[in-house]
Nanobody, 124 residues
Framework: QVQLVESGGELVQAGGSLRLSCTSS????????VGWFRQAPGKEREFVAA????????VYADSVKGRFTISRHNAKNTVYLQMNDLKPEDTAVYYC?????????????????WGQGTQVTVSS
């Protein structure tokens, strides 16, 4: 069982930066692919970024490519989402999710474990 806790969300002005963290209590976190998803009010949860358990080439949604960077620090059981040049449309609850031995899927149903989310609000 993997428990995930997101942190780092807050209110920021457009053009600003935030770094979200996804920390796991599981001992084998390095064996999990991790994805970040987000859900804005009234919208479906959408894919943002993912990294495989091997830490191979990350994948990104087109809307965040070039602005967001996903990385992992396995010794700290943590995956980060660095978000730069934030825009009001990035406002959402951000969730991390884990998939054992995953390749870093863009699909929600590929992930077995989910965190509770952290709120990111970008003001214009």
């Amino acid at each position: 069982q993997v428990q995930l806790v997101e942190s780092g969300g807050e209110l920021v002005q457009a053009g600003g930066s935030l770094r979200l963290s996804c920390t796991s209590s599981g001992r084998a976190f390095s064996l999990y692919a991790v994805g970040w998803f987000r859900q804005a009010p009234g919208k479906e949860r959408e894919f943002v970024a993912a990294i495989s358990w091997r830490g191979a080439t990350p994948v990104y949604a087109d809307s965040v490519k070039g602005r967001f960077t996903i990385s992992r620090h396995n010794a700290k059981n943590t995956v980060y989402l660095q978000m730069n040049d934030l825009k009001p449309e990035d406002t959402a609850v951000y969730y991390c999710a884990a998939d054992p031995y995953g390749s870093g899927s863009k699909l929600r149903h590929d992930y077995n474990f989910w965190g509770q989310g952290t709120q990111v609000t970008v003001s214009s």
